[in-house]
């Protein structure tokens, strides 16, 4: 098992950044894949940003590209996004997700939120205009 536990989320203005943390226990942290997806009322959850084991591969969707960053660090188990010149449009509850990856498997990224394992409680971010 793995838990996941989000935090950083907040309100801000349009343009303003926000730094979401997801801290992970349990396995072995460097042997997951980790992304992050979001949810807006009424709609779908989707894919936002993924890291592979290593942090070296990512996977990014166009909504974000240029204004988010994925990043982790293995031996504190934890993965960040910045996100910067955030938009109205960014606001949803913001979840990270894991799915077992290690090193042997490849990248291991995927977009597909049922293909991730374990998932934290999310955490709220609000843009205002």
């Known amino acids: 098992q793995v838990q996941l536990a989000e935090s950083g989320g907040g309100s801000v203005q349009a343009g303003g950044s926000l730094r979401l943390s997801c801290v992970a226990s349990?396995?072995?942290?460097?042997?997951?894949?980790v992304g992050w997806f979001r949810q807006a009322p009424g709609k779908e959850r989707e894919f936002v940003v993924a890291?592979?084991?290593?942090?070296?591969?990512?996977d990014y969707a166009d909504s974000v590209k240029e204004r988010f960053t994925i990043s982790r660090d293995n031996g504190k188990n934890t993965v960040y996004l910045q996100m910067n010149s955030l938009k109205p449009e960014d606001t949803a509850v913001y979840y990270c997700?894991?799915?077992?990856?290690?090193?042997?498997?490849?990248?291991?990224?995927?977009?597909?939120?049922?293909?991730?394992?374990?998932w934290g409680q999310g955490t709220q971010v609000t843009v205002s205009s």
């Open positions: 997700a894991a799915r077992f990856s290690p090193k042997e498997y490849g990248s291991g990224l995927s977009i597909l939120p049922n293909t991730y394992s374990y």
């Open positions: 890291i592979n084991w290593g942090g070296i591969t990512t």
């Open positions: 349990g396995r072995t942290f460097s042997n997951y894949v």
